[in-house]
């Protein structure tokens, strides 16, 4: 089954691919940037129980609050936004740790109300309960059933902090006292990654006083057009042979691109599958695919994680590694242009067809 699964998966990723990613004008293009999520983690399905042993709901037991739909008029009436919760630590008094995991379907995020999670870890150590909230307008938590300009004008920063506020002030959690642990009456800290974790920086500096603490990682605080900066750490930090391979493959792709013949360029579009593009900018630009993989990375990554089979795909020629120097350019272009389009359009075909349910 899988077999045939990846051999379809190989002749039509082209064709959906290149559908999913079309620019504002409508053009294909094959640039499909890593969104800087939080990673999921989701709780196992074992039993939990509070301090005294006694049971709790499963961690994926769902919850809901009625949110203000705006918050500077609360005559338009609230929406249903979802969250997970659980106390199996928390003694009265304790703080309540409340994260949302951003741009996100918040219900695979379950793993985050337990201590294999800075979350849990604080909540385990200070007695505290930890909540997942879903964003607005993620997952099931949709202020209205559709994606017009007149129901997403209230998707903003500003709605986004007043939906921590409000939650926090009104909430009555599903726990034994849970109608009196407000964070006008309890210390609340606010914790959150990537996106959420500015959130958090943000609230924090937008709602002084409100939270008690605030755990921010990697917070993108700063929006910058066109950062070519994020690859930096990459080229620095990356096998030495295989940046130096790839710095080459990206400038003779440059120079076909820019001054090449329109033989030359047909065929280094043939090489990577790029037939169907028809602005080189696009094209050149879908190279990033591979180096936006090592944003996936974490320190207990090992060699089979995408990234580096991307790096040993260049640098592995019949068992040998590359010096630091690389291959050189011959041998690089072809083992990439090989790699794109016999091992990553399949891997992102089943990414799309499992993850992101786009029907084959």
Not at 31 to 40: A, F, G, I, K
Request: aromatic letters at 12%; charged letters at 15%.
């Amino acid at each position: 089954m899988w077999s045939s699964t990846w051999k379809i998966a190989s002749v039509i990723l082209p064709l959906i691919a290149l559908t999913n990613a079309r620019l504002p004008d409508g053009r294909l293009h094959a640039n499909s940037p890593r969104p800087p999520t939080v990673p999921v983690i989701t709780a196992d399905d074992l039993p939990v129980t509070d301090i005294t042993g006694a049971a709790l709901p499963p961690l994926n037991t769902t919850y809901i609050f009625e949110q203000l739909i705006d918050h500077t008029n609360p005559s338009l009436g609230t929406f249903q936004q979802r969250y997970w919760t659980t106390w199996q630590w928390y003694e009265t008094g304790g703080p309540i740790i409340l994260f949302t995991p951003g741009e996100a379907n918040a219900a695979p995020y379950t793993g985050y109300l337990t201590n294999v999670t800075i979350n849990g870890q604080i909540a385990q150590q200070e007695h505290g309960a930890t909540i997942v909230l879903e964003h607005r307008y993620y997952g099931l938590s949709n202020p209205y059933p559709d994606l017009s300009v007149k129901s997403l004008k209230f998707h903003t920063i500003q709605q986004a902090v007043d939906d921590l506020e409000y939650f926090s002030k009104n909430v009555k959690l599903p726990m034994p006292g849970g109608d009196k642990v407000s964070i006008t009456t309890t210390p609340w800290v606010l914790v959150g990654g990537s996106y959420s974790g500015a959130l958090t920086s943000w609230t924090m500096v937008n709602k002084p006083n409100l939270f008690k603490a605030g755990y921010a990682s990697s917070a993108v605080v700063e929006a910058i057009i066109d950062y070519w900066g994020y690859f930096e750490p990459i080229r620095q930090f990356m096998p030495k042979n295989c940046s130096a391979d790839v710095e080459a493959v990206i400038a003779h792709v440059d120079s076909v691109f820019t001054s090449g013949s329109k033989t030359q360029i047909n065929q280094l579009k043939a090489l990577f599958g790029w037939q169907n593009l028809t602005h080189l900018d696009d094209a050149a630009g879908s190279l990033r695919n591979n180096l936006w993989d090592w944003q996936s990375l974490s320190p207990d990554s090992g060699p089979g994680s995408l990234f580096f089979n991307f790096c040993d795909a260049l640098e592995v020629k019949n068992g040998v590694s590359a010096s630091a120097s690389g291959w050189g350019l011959d041998h690089a272009l072809q083992a990439w242009g090989s790699y794109w389009t016999t091992t990553y359009y399949p891997l992102r075909v089943m990414k799309l067809v499992f993850y992101r349910k786009v029907p084959l």
